[in-house]
């Protein structure tokens, strides 16, 4: 597996770019993936990897899985209590160890290639984080150290410590904050950006609307941005976007993903599906290319089409940006 930082990949010629740009394409099927239909998850995992897209943490599989490609690349995460979300945060040194031993076996593996802090725990300094996962990266149990949602400031005192490889954070057309600060730590410590979201939890697809309804458990019901009110007065990005995909002969999620890939070369986009068509549909945008004339008019758009709602409920959003 290949992992570069900003630095190595703006070195390269825009040939050598374009040959690797659907390798920047990350599928995350930690959270698709069920035990209910596991012929369906590993057909949809070998048709991820045989396309050269990169792979996290799996639930129910193993690495044997994954052993038909040398370009695969397994990611996992700790930062909650006893690995369950509904029980807290905790990075504590002692849970980070239990994390990674627990991840190793699940996958059946000697070692992982990236290791995620989930979110930032306000009762650990960043400097223990960084510290403690220093111990199975010597060990050779972990390649790569990377934070979630974290602040510049934080970015900085954890690389300072530890070098972290990458940052996974929420970009795309309709939530930009990391363009403020965030982006411009990346560029000049040469840390790479995985953008979650970045079809806007599917709104951005154009197939979600004011009529659209959601399963009991779905995560946007508690969404503000996706209140059937901020949905109507979203409406219009989608609107401008589905012309110019239309334009183009693509679908309005492959112009919000090569979006994403226009801004800067170290941004590997992870959106997450559970269908096969929706899978080829996000590998195939990475062979759209916007021009600048394009770029200028998305630019306009979002200049001049506000976008209604928060991304989260007040009680998520406070674990966010520490």
Do not use: C
Not at 257 to 273: D, E, F, M, S, Y
Not at 277 to 291: D, F, K, M, Y
């Amino acid at each position: 597996m290949r992992v570069q930082t900003a630095i190595e990949w703006a070195r390269q010629g825009r040939a050598a770019q374009r040959r690797e740009y659907r390798l920047r394409l990350v599928a995350s099927f930690a959270r698709h993936l069920s035990a209910d239909d596991p012929a369906r998850d590993r057909a949809m995992l070998h048709l991820a990897v045989a396309a050269g897209v990169r792979v996290s943490e799996l639930t129910g599989l193993r690495m044997d899985d994954l052993t038909f490609n040398p370009w695969a690349a397994v990611a996992t995460k700790f930062g909650f209590a006893q690995g369950d979300t509904n029980k807290g945060l905790d990075s504590r040194p002692e849970r980070i160890r239990v994390a990674v031993e627990g991840s190793l076996k699940r996958l059946k593996t000697d070692r992982v290639d990236l290791l995620y802090q989930h979110r930032v725990d306000p009762n650990v300094p960043i400097e223990e984080v960084a510290g403690a996962v220093r111990a199975p990266i010597a060990a050779g149990k972990v390649k790569y150290f990377r934070l979630s949602e974290v602040s510049a400031q934080t970015l900085r005192r954890a690389h300072a410590v530890q070098p972290v490889a990458a940052l996974q954070s929420e970009y795309s057309l309709w939530w930009r904050e990391p363009e403020k600060e965030i982006l411009p730590t990346l560029e000049e410590l040469g840390i790479g950006f995985v953008p979650f979201s970045p079809l806007g939890k599917g709104f951005l697809t154009g197939t979600i609307n004011r009529k659209t309804t959601f399963a009991p458990n779905d995560f946007r019901n508690v969404v503000p941005r996706f209140s059937a009110e901020a949905r109507q007065a979203n409406q219009e990005l989608v609107t401008e976007l589905s012309a110019l995909a239309a334009h183009k002969r693509v679908s309005p999620a492959q112009i919000a993903l090569a979006w994403l890939l226009a801004q800067k070369p170290w941004i590997v986009r992870i959106p997450g599906t559970t269908k096969s068509h929706r899978l080829s549909e996000n590998i195939g945008a990475a062979r759209v290319v916007l021009s600048q004339d394009d770029l200028r008019r998305i630019g306009d758009v979002l200049a001049n089409v506000p976008v209604h709602g928060e991304r989260y409920p007040a009680h998520l959003a406070a674990r966010v940006g520490k």
